[in-house]
């Protein structure tokens, strides 16, 4: 790529390519934050991709969030079972999930400017194998 998009193309400024793995296997979450006028930031956990969409099957916590209210935002949600590892399945990385809520939760307090976050899909694999963010939307506020 470095040597061929030069030549097809002469004035692309390249500084350089970024190489990620192909994701497979896993389960989507979502994971989001809205600024409530009255409360804050408000964090939102559920499963994610389409499935935040039809089950609307969500958890809602004033941020920030400590350990067990991130436990309880994960374990809350109608579907965590899929999630736990039901009929066979193998439980996913909920400790992975549990940190990446603690970790949201903390720049969306530190940043007011902040006014929507969403982590969609982000995947969790099995556990022990962590969760990774796949695709992420920041919406700064406007009055700035």
Known sequence: MME???KKLPDALLEGVQLQPMLSGGKEVILGMVHDPTFGPMLMFGLGGIYV??????????????????RGMITGIKTYPLLAGVRGAKPSDIDALVDAI????????????????E?????????GKGALAVDVRLILKSDL
Do not use: G, T, W, Y
């Open 4 to 6: 061929s998009i030069p």
């Open 53 to 70: 969409e039809i089950l609307k099957d969500i958890q809602f916590a004033i941020a920030p969030v400590d350990e067990k209210e991130a």
């Open 102 to 117: 603690l970790k949201f939760s903390r720049p969306v307090c530190d940043f007011p400017e902040i006014e929507e976050f």
């Open 119 to 127: 982590i969609n899909p982000m995947m969790v694999f099995e556990d």
